[in-house]
């Protein structure tokens, strides 16, 4: 871990090796007859290499020179709904599967902030991901990912609240406060009928 990342690799490629890293690994650990057992000292260096990269993306912190940093948010956001997904699948890491698929979404909201730059739109992204997220959930019948929408639409609510209203023009306003409203009125539909039906 020492010799092979602090020392090796340059503080602006730590993002993309830490990406890049955790499928990799898990390859060669799928590959072994115990899977993951054997190599959960390799998946503690790995998760620990990921998680800070992780936390630098997010808030923004001295990726100003790693190439192609808008994307990273996007990369991230990805390799957390498939590791979600596959442990799922393969009933790996139990309840803590529930903090890959919250770290998927934050890292989707943060590659809104990153890639839109308008407020009221980042803000109906994140909406259109929490609808997302409860239409998936009916789709592959996975009651945990519209559970989850929860999250993001209250992000929503108050990132339009406190934020987005504040300096926009009247028009704005008016068109932002129409078109996440309706957001939210899709997805208390959705929830309703994802209620329903586990009822």
């Known amino acids: 871990f020492h010799a092979g990342y ?15 890293l955790v499928p990799v690994i898990a390859v060669a650990s799928i590959r072994e007859e115990d899977g993951f057992g054997s190599r959960w000292p390799v998946w503690v260096a790995v998760g620990a290499i990921f ?3 992780y936390l630098r993306i997010i808030f923004d912190t001295d990726i100003h020179a790693v190439p192609a940093k808008q994307l990273l948010p996007v990369a991230y956001s990805l390799l957390l709904y498939l590791g ?4 799922r699948q393969k009933d790996l890491l139990g309840i803590a599967t529930v903090l890959l698929l919250f770290m998927g979404h934050i890292s989707a909201m943060a590659a809104a902030l990153r890639l839109l730059h308008v407020p009221i739109i980042e803000s109906v992204a994140w909406g259109v991901l929490a609808i997302a997220c409860l239409g998936l ?3 592959v019948k996975d009651r945990l990912i519209g559970q989850s929408s929860l999250a993001v639409f209250g992000a929503t609510a108050l990132k339009v609240l406190l934020s987005d209203l ?3 023009s009247t028009i704005a306003r008016i ?5 996440i ?8 539909m959705l929830y309703q009928r994802q209620l329903a039906k586990t009822e």
């Open 137 to 139: 959930s009916f789709f």
């Open 84 to 87: 979600y997904w596959f442990c």
């Open 175 to 179: 068109v932002g406060l129409v078109v």
């Open 166 to 168: 504040s300096g926009a």
């Open 51 to 53: 998680v800070v990269n």
């Open 6 to 20: 602090i020392e090796s690799v340059p503080r602006e490629w730590g993002p993309w090796v830490g990406f890049l």
């Open 181 to 188: 409203g309706a957001i939210f009125y899709a997805g208390g």
